[in-house]
């Protein structure tokens, strides 16, 4: 919260602080929400019967890769079974050399209403409702495992999940609605695959004044893809429509560009990206890309793999408010789109500005009007969160909360070969040991949860061996078998 203080004593500034938060927190148009009414809902039987049962494609260390059907799993064992539609018998396979699984299929967003985002140090994130706070513990309502407890010394930032209405989210395999102005795009393992001169994009039933743009990439070598929208075009490049293009330029420069059929493409800015994950030997590049769009204020902000790495504003108005949005790549080897999400954006940024003081232990807050408050969160209980400030006491309802964050110093986790990261239906991130598969329910070990349960339909993706170097000696040649899910070569155990 920030306020004039000339000529003001402290006294006076931190009474008007007082007063003025008092009345934002007291303002009559929202409503206190009781924490029964905010849990997650589970998927519904429509949801469930679309959702992924262990189908997907199963990668390996060396690049190797076979689509198959987890069956069961056993870490100890060190030993996956699953079954592949065209080999009679069940294959085992040993769990040392593998690198991840993505699951097949139509996922569910199982997010309430007021879900919250728990992030915490080791990088894991969970989603739900906040049921409690206190000293010692935070607890959160899930979909999958009911109330989970998490330490409340390991829990870095709690902030409100994205609610707002979702425009797409995608692809998913054999879905319409994408139009192809130029090479021949594939939709496979719910990705958008794409090489040399390839345009293709589709309509959103609407694009806001404020929207948020999530995609991920993966490319060989060097990418070159571009992201339009705001266009009325759903499937042409940049230069010829009226829009804007977010460009990805080579395997560490991302650009912004303004473009109209009359006056051709203006660049806005350009910035260097410093977080892409690389694999050594294979030169496979991997990002999630999130833009932020205010196309009221001309403002773009872009994050790479959750880093804040460009902040751009188009210097001149410009009128444009179409529904498409557009991919195109132009380089030589395939490049892979997916786990696309188009939603509307209620203008706040992920952890933007958020700095607690570490030496008096105090959280710092931000209301869902902007302004920031840090003291001391007693604790969290029937959805009001309990605070103690500089200027008195406070009891603030969580539905006016965007974010809280918590004064801690994330620790480095001790490599283990042992540990298996998962991604959720709803995005929720873990990290778990002694994973087991048996029934169609993964259980496993969190260092911030302990026990845990989760459905196998609700997993998106799994990786293995997170503390092998994935870098090899050699580029390896390109391949024919490179848009080929089932090329392998392999070392199996029947």
Same mark, same amino acid.
């Given at each position: 919260?920030?306020?004039?203080?000339?000529?003001?004593?402290?006294?006076?500034?931190?009474?008007?602080?007082?007063?003025?938060?008092?009345?934002?927190?007291?303002? *009559?148009?929202?409503?206190?929400?009781?924490?029964?009414?905010? +849990?997650?809902?589970?998927?519904?039987?429509?949801?469930?019967? /679309?959702?992924?049962?262990?189908? @997907?494609?199963? &990668?390996?260390?060396?690049?190797?890769?076979?689509?198959?059907?987890?069956?069961?799993?056993?870490?100890?064992?060190?030993?996956?079974?699953?079954?592949?539609?065209?080999?009679?018998? *069940?294959?085992?396979?040993?769990?040392?050399?593998?690198?991840?699984?993505?699951?097949?299929?139509?996922?569910?967003?199982?997010?309430?209403?007021?879900?919250? =985002?728990?992030?915490?140090?080791?990088?894991?994130?969970?989603?739900g409702a906040v049921a409690s706070l206190t000293d010692k513990t935070l607890e959160i309502d899930t979909w999958y495992d009911g109330r989970? $407890?998490?330490?409340?010394?390991?829990?870095?930032?709690?902030?409100?999940?994205?609610?707002?209405?979702?425009?797409?989210? @995608? *692809?998913? &395999?054999?879905?319409?609605?994408?139009?192809?102005?130029?090479?021949?795009?594939?939709?496979?393992?719910?990705?958008?695959?794409?090489?040399?001169?390839?345009?293709?994009?589709? =309509?959103?039933?609407?694009?806001?004044?404020?929207?948020?743009?999530?995609?991920?990439? &993966?490319?060989?070598?060097?990418?070159?893809?571009?992201?339009?929208?705001?266009?009325?075009?759903?499937?042409?490049?940049?230069?010829?429509?009226? @829009?804007?293009?977010?460009?990805?330029?080579? #395997? #560490?420069?991302?650009?912004?560009?303004?473009?109209?059929?009359?006056?051709?493409?203006?660049?806005?800015?350009?910035?260097?990206?410093?977080?892409?994950?690389?694999?050594?030997?294979?030169?496979?590049?991997?990002?999630?890309?999130?833009?932020?769009?205010?196309?009221?204020?001309?403002?773009?902000?872009?994050?790479? $793999?959750?880093?804040?790495?460009?902040?751009?504003?188009?210097?001149?108005?410009?009128?444009?408010?179409?529904?498409?949005?557009?991919?195109?790549?132009?380089? +030589?080897?395939?490049? &892979?789109?997916?786990?696309?999400?188009?939603?509307?954006?209620?203008?706040?940024?992920?952890?933007?500005?958020?700095?607690?003081?570490?030496?008096?232990?105090?959280?710092?807050?931000?209301?869902? $009007?902007?302004?920031?408050?840090?003291?001391?969160?007693?604790?969290? /209980?029937?959805?009001?969160?309990?605070?103690?400030?500089?200027?008195?006491?406070?009891?603030?309802?969580?539905?006016?909360?965007?974010?809280?964050?918590? *004064?801690?110093?994330?620790?480095?986790?001790?490599?283990?070969?042992?540990?298996?990261?998962?991604?959720?239906?709803? /995005?929720s991130v873990l990290t778990l040991q002694g994973l087991r598969l048996a029934d169609g329910s993964?259980?496993?070990?969190?260092? $911030?949860?302990?026990?845990?349960?989760?459905?196998?339909?609700?997993?998106?993706?799994?990786?293995?061996?997170?503390?092998?170097?994935?870098?090899?000696?050699?580029?390896?040649?390109?391949?024919?078998?490179?848009?080929?899910?089932?090329?392998?070569?392999?070392?199996?155990?029947?």
């Amino acid at each position: 919260m920030r306020t004039r203080a000339t000529g003001w004593t402290t006294g006076a500034v931190l009474m008007a602080m007082a007063v003025l938060a008092r009345s934002a927190l007291e303002a *009559p148009d929202v409503a206190v929400v009781d924490a029964a009414s905010v +849990s997650p809902r589970m998927p519904d039987a429509a949801t469930e019967a /679309r959702a992924p049962s262990g189908q @997907g494609r199963l &990668e390996w260390l060396d690049g190797d890769r076979l689509t198959l059907r987890m069956e069961n799993l056993d870490m100890a064992e060190g030993i996956l079974t699953a079954h592949h539609g065209h080999i009679r018998e *069940p294959l085992s396979i040993a769990v040392s050399d593998l690198d991840r699984f993505e699951a097949d299929g139509a996922f569910a967003t199982s997010d309430g209403v007021f879900a919250w =985002v728990a992030h915490l140090g080791n990088g894991d994130r969970l989603r739900g409702a906040v049921a409690s706070l206190t000293d010692k513990t935070l607890e959160i309502d899930t979909w999958y495992d009911g109330r989970v $407890n998490i330490d409340r010394a390991k829990v870095k930032l709690l902030e409100q999940s994205a609610s707002d209405a979702v425009l797409y989210e @995608g *692809p998913t &395999e054999g879905e319409t609605g994408w139009i192809v102005s130029s090479g021949r795009p594939q939709f496979a393992r719910n990705r958008l695959v794409m090489s040399h001169q390839t345009v293709t994009g589709r =309509v959103l039933p609407r694009q806001p004044a404020k929207m948020r743009l999530d995609f991920t990439a &993966e490319w060989m070598w060097h990418g070159h893809l571009q992201l339009m929208f705001y266009t009325d075009v759903p499937a042409q490049r940049h230069r010829s429509v009226q @829009g804007y293009s977010l460009t990805i330029q080579g #395997n #560490n420069r991302i650009e912004l560009h303004r473009s109209s059929p009359d006056r051709g493409s203006r660049r806005i800015g350009q910035a260097t990206m410093t977080s892409i994950q690389t694999d050594g030997r294979q030169q496979q590049h991997t990002a999630r890309f999130t833009l932020f769009a205010d196309r009221e204020n001309r403002r773009f902000r872009v994050y790479v $793999n959750d880093q804040p790495t460009a902040d751009w504003t188009d210097p001149e108005p410009f009128d444009t408010d179409g529904k498409s949005i557009v991919f195109s790549a132009t380089q +030589s080897h395939p490049l &892979e789109v997916h786990s696309i999400r188009a939603s509307e954006w209620d203008g706040y940024l992920p952890t933007e500005a958020l700095n607690p003081d570490m030496k008096e232990n105090n959280v710092a807050l931000r209301l869902r $009007n902007g302004d920031m408050l840090t003291g001391k969160l007693v604790s969290i /209980r029937d959805g009001i969160a309990h605070m103690t400030t500089a200027f008195g006491t406070l009891d603030i309802p969580l539905d006016r909360l965007a974010q809280i964050a918590f *004064p801690i110093e994330a620790a480095e986790t001790e490599p283990d070969s042992g540990r298996v990261r998962m991604e959720l239906a709803d /995005r929720s991130v873990l990290t778990l040991q002694g994973l087991r598969l048996a029934d169609g329910s993964f259980a496993g070990v969190s260092e $911030n949860t302990g026990a845990i349960r989760i459905p196998l339909p609700g997993v998106r993706s799994m990786r293995w061996n997170l503390d092998r170097n994935r870098s090899g000696d050699s580029e390896p040649t390109p391949s024919s078998d490179a848009g080929n899910p089932d090329a392998f070569a392999l070392d199996i155990h029947f």
